[in-house]
């Protein structure tokens, strides 16, 4: 039920913030008289695909006991990099080690989700852009190159999470590059047990 209500608050939040940032462009392009006037225009707003890889780990000791650190890697669309507040949609991806009693030494632990999120930029249409992020997400656990499993360990779980982060953002002549950190609590993780849940932190590098 708890899960349920965060995410409900969660989706609340990224719609308002996105129908913020479309009602908001209008006044936003009549103010630069410089520019072109058109609130739908990707240059004026900023609209960014990028991809990238990093590094992510999870948070919890009991879950390390089971689990090391591995890579992870995203496809994300942002829209609004010139804009305060942009709103940004995900795919996520990670595969990492994992080790238990009566479980095939060779399988490998690997996530596929995504999420939504709202970031807020510090200093919009800047090169060097700070800015910070939470919103939402689901993501799929399962584990691959396994031949046989008769450990504790579940063969699959899904659980919501809720990114929190920072990053800064360079950006010049059409490059954009974006690192940022980001930690995400999870709720009603089950894999490894209750007593070992799935929240996870990691470090991306985006082009």
Do not use: C
């Not at 948070?59 to 990099?81: C, K, Q, Y």
């Not at 595969?95 to 009566?102: E, N, Q, S, Y």
């Amino acid at each position: 039920m708890f899960g349920k209500a965060l995410w409900r608050a969660s989706l609340l939040t990224v719609v308002a913030g996105a129908g913020w940032l479309l009602l908001s462009a209008p006044a936003q392009a009549q103010m630069r008289p410089n520019r072109a006037r058109s609130a739908w225009a990707a240059e004026d707003i900023g609209i960014l695909l990028a991809a990238g890889a990093g590094l992510q780990d999870y948070v919890d000791p009991d879950t390390r006991d089971f689990t090391g650190a591995g890579g992870s890697w995203e496809a994300r669309l942002t829209f609004g990099t010139r804009r305060v507040v942009a709103a940004e949609l995900a795919y996520l991806g990670s595969a990492g080690t994992i080790d238990a009693l009566g479980l095939d030494s060779d399988a490998v632990l690997v996530s596929n989700g995504g999420e939504a999120t709202l970031r807020v930029n510090v200093l919009p249409e800047q090169e060097i852009q700070p800015y910070i992020l939470a919103g939402f997400g689901l993501q799929h656990y399962y584990l691959a190159n396994e031949s046989f499993n008769t450990s504790s360990v579940t063969g699959a779980d899904d659980v919501l999470n809720f990114p929190v982060g920072l990053g800064v953002a360079y950006q010049y002549d059409g490059l954009v590059l974006d690192l940022r950190a980001v930690l995400r609590p999870v709720t009603d993780s089950e894999m490894l047990g209750t007593a070992a849940p799935m929240h996870s932190m990691g470090g991306t590098l985006r082009l």
